[in-house]
């Protein structure tokens, strides 16, 4: 009833609906014409500026986007709203037409390589503190309107087409004795233009994020079957650099600030044609943009570090993606976790992103039906398969003619996945289907109940099958309206890196340290050495080096050494990679840096530390032990210290990055790390031959071979009866592990699988 009441109320307002529409149809293609004369224009008549020409663009853009949708609120006022959610069904083929021409208009802008200025919305200086911030308990009016804050306006980019057909994709689950293939998705159908927003609607499980990954190509391509295109054209690494994609979970440094988050993302993915302020005005430009300016300064935080708010957070990805202004936008539940206005408010940026003229496609849980009836395109997915694929506006229509609807006023978003997920409670199921039941019953003797999820499933799978899929493949046939040349500029295999290799080691360097800055002045780490370098000062207090026995104390406490340094590094340096692998797959899979970029400065950044730690430490422990005291054995025993450092971190980094799995790291390390220990030359010294190679590969060796030397190398016998020569073979031995660790680390990274079922 609902629905012929909707559809009533649309046909009475289709007079007014289509002299809207017939007008936009006027404007969009004076915008289209406008727009594409605009290069002869700009040589023949009047030089053009970059603002001038980012103005005629956003116009043409808001005209056309306001076409591609009707129901959208791209400005106006409130009485007007009422005549755009009116969304008949002439209404609709008026709009269809108009979108092509509004992307056709904007493909032309970009392909015409002119450079437009960011024009982002940035509030002055002085009136940051007066400016409104956006508050999840403080929402204008107007929202719904869509007229509380300036739009989101970027540069014109690439239009991307995304048309995706038969899509299906196949895992193998392992189990203890068998593997089994499982079917994830099968044979979905749907397109996507510029100016659109697409919702994959579906129950827990059903697929939905499993789909954005692969349309995002995140997705290994060969475990993936059907055809996806980007502008007809298929998958290459060109589209990383063009792609923003939101994560359902939010990957980022919880102890950098929203701002420094932005800055660091902006620096490091936009073009290398912007300055550096450019870059960090567009992430100013980002912040205001998302109602982040009074959580500017603040830490994002974690689980152990209490930081802005999750609905700030999620914006905070939100906007680490949309600061490279991409072409194709793809959202994993933006709005999950999210209250309902706040979740509007989101969904509303989204519609401001698409009208910029990019594709938007996004997963969405339980929306509201306001922000429902928002989204332009929806696909409802139920165990993997297609139920509905058209316009958001159309589900409730479709469903109602093929004999489901809802019995009792409802959200359109509840009644679909309440079907998608076979609960039929409140739902008129068509005949055929009851008849089912009762021939079930039948047998089973058991009467009045509902079909089962199983067959409401099928039905519905079989009716998109029959009734839509087909002319949804016939619509993908369709050319686009995009020169050639746009069409084959997606598919290259160049990267568009956003810096130099050089810089983005610098910012992947200041980043580290900004992250781990509360490490650097970690007191609690800083007494633990300090107290241990107090202890061992104390036990060996002024020990005596002269007589045999005395030196034989001192070589105790210089394997000490040996081994605790060797030690130390190791575990720390473990959790490097495995901690960072969320952030590192999400980050180059978005290709933000190279990958030795980011591996030299992470394995960089924490030297700093590392290296102080062990210059306290050694402070207190050689004079308070008294050994050798003159500038050379000092500074010597500090060298001999910080190569075996650097070396067993190069193993714990190696093993970290090979396992990517703390527990098997750990393991792995403290089997290894006691191997080394024992093997170091100082519990045991007639090794059997056959297991004496394992001594040359432990760093507690050569490094207590070094620290001997250094204290008495002109001492015989040789204490503790190791033979010292000239030292030289074993700092070629630990630097020889420094890189060769490091290499084995690098490599490991490199073979990393970056995603979820890949
Ligand atoms: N690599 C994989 N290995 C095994 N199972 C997988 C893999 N990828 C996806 N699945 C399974 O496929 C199904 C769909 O997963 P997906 O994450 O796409 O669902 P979803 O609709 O996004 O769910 P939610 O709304 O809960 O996030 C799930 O049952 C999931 O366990």
């Known amino acids: 009833e609902k629905v012929v009441f909707c559809m009533e109320k649309s046909m009475n307002s289709t ?31 009047a030089p053009i500026t970059s603002e001038s020409m980012g103005t005629l663009s956003r116009k043409s853009s808001q005209r056309m986007v306001v076409g591609a949708s009707p129901g959208r609120s791209s400005g106006g006022n409130k009485n007007n709203t009422h005549i755009r959610k009116a969304r008949s069904a002439q209404v609709k083929m008026d709009v269809e037409e108009l979108s092509n021409g509004a992307a056709l208009s904007r493909a032309s802008s970009a392909s015409l390589g ?11 200086p002085d009136e940051i503190t007066d400016s409104k911030p956006f508050s999840d308990d403080d929402i204008p009016e107007d929202i719904e309107a869509g007229t509380c804050k300036p739009k989101f306006q970027t540069e014109p980019t690439l239009p991307i087409y995304l048309k995706f057909s038969d899509v299906t994709y196949k895992v193998i689950t392992k189990g203890m004795t068998t593997s089994e293939e499982r079917d ?50 298929p998958y290459s690494k060109f589209l990383k650099s063009k792609i923003g994609f939101v994560t359902q979970d939010d990957v980022l440094f919880p102890h950098l600030t929203v701002k420094e988050t932005l800055t660091y993302t902006a620096r490091l993915r936009l073009s290398k044609a912007l300055s550096r302020q450019q870059k960090e005005k567009r992430a100013i430009d980002v912040i ?60 509303q940026t989204l519609q401001n992103i698409a009208e910029a003229g990019k594709t938007v496609i996004t997963t969405i849980h339980q929306p509201s039906s306001r922000l429902f009836h928002k989204f332009d395109k929806l696909i409802l997915l139920g165990k993997g398969s297609s139920l509905y694929f058209g316009r958001a506006s159309e589900a409730m229509a479709y469903f109602s003619s093929i004999g489901c609807s809802p019995l009792i006023a409802m959200n359109p978003a509840e009644f679909l996945l309440d079907l998608a997920n076979g609960n039929i409670n409140d739902i008129s199921v068509p005949s055929e289907l009851e008849d089912k039941v009762q021939v079930g019953n039948s047998e089973t003797e058991t009467r009045n109940e509902k079909p089962p999820p199983a067959v409401i499933h099928e039905y519905l799978v079989e009716a998109y099958e029959s009734r839509v899929a087909e002319n949804e493949k016939k619509k993908l046939m369709t050319p686009l309206p995009l020169d050639d040349e746009i069409k084959l500029k997606v598919f290259s295999s160049k990267r568009e890196w956003g810096a130099s290799w050089w810089q983005q080691y610098c910012i992947l360097f200041c980043r580290g340290i900004k992250e781990r800055r509360h490490d650097y002045f970690s007191w609690l780490r800083i007494t633990q050495v300090l107290s241990t370098a107090i202890i061992l000062g104390l036990l060996w207090w002024q020990s005596d080096s002269k007589s045999t026995r005395g030196r034989q104390d001192q070589a105790g406490l210089l394997f000490f050494i040996a081994v605790f340094w060797g030690f130390f590094p190791v575990f720390t340096a473990i959790f490097t990679f495995p901690q960072e692998r969320a952030m590192l797959s999400k980050e180059r899979a978005a290709d933000m840096y190279r990958l030795s970029a980011y591996f030299l400065a992470r394995t960089t950044s924490d030297l700093p530390l590392d290296l102080i730690l062990p ?21 010597l025993s500090m060298l001999t210290v910080f190569l075996c450092i650097i070396a067993a971190q190069g193993l714990g980094l190696a093993i970290g990055a090979t396992l990517m799995d703390l527990k098997r790291a750990t393991t792995l390390a403290s089997v290894t790390v006691m191997t080394f220990m024992l093997a170091g030359g100082y519990f045991v010294k007639k090794v059997p031959v056959f297991i004496s190679w394992i001594r040359y590969m432990s760093f507690n060796y050569h490094t207590y071979k070094l620290l001997l030397k250094v204290q ?14 000239d030292g030289l073979w074993e700092v070629g031995a630990l630097v020889a592990m420094i890189f060769g660790y490091r290499v084995l680390a690098y490599l490991s990274l490199r073979g990393m699988q970056l995603h979820r079922g890949a």
């Open 114 to 124: 002119l450079s437009f200025s960011f024009t982002g919305f940035t509030v002055p």
């Open 712 to 725: 008495y190398q002109d001492i015989t016998p040789p204490v503790n009866g190791i033979k010292t020569d």
């Open 184 to 233: 994830i998705l099968n044979g979905i159908t749907g397109a996507v233009s510029p100016g659109e927003v697409l919702a994959l609607m579906g129950p827990s499980g059903s697929g939905k994020t499993t789909l954005l990954n692969l349309l995002g190509g995140r997705l290994i391509q060969s475990t993936v079957g059907g055809s996806v295109t980007y502008n007809d054209q």
């Open 615 to 635: 210059v306290l430490f050694l402070l207190v422990v050689y004079f308070m032990a008294g050994l050798r005291l003159s500038a050379g054995p000092f500074f």
């Open 288 to 347: 205001y943009e998302l109602g982040l300016e009074r959580c500017q300064d603040t830490m994002i935080g974690g689980s152990f570090v209490r930081g802005v708010s999750g609905g700030e957070r999620k914006r905070v990805c939100i906007g680490n993606e949309i600061i490279i202004n991409p072409s194709l936008l793809f959202l994993d539940e933006p709005t999950s976790g999210l209250d309902s206005t706040t979740a509007l408010r989101t969904v």
């Open 15 to 45: 007079t007014l609906a289509r002299t809207k529409s017939e007008q936009l149809v006027i404007e969009t293609q004076a915008a289209a014409t406008q727009t594409s004369k605009s290069p002869t224009m700009q040589n023949e008549d």
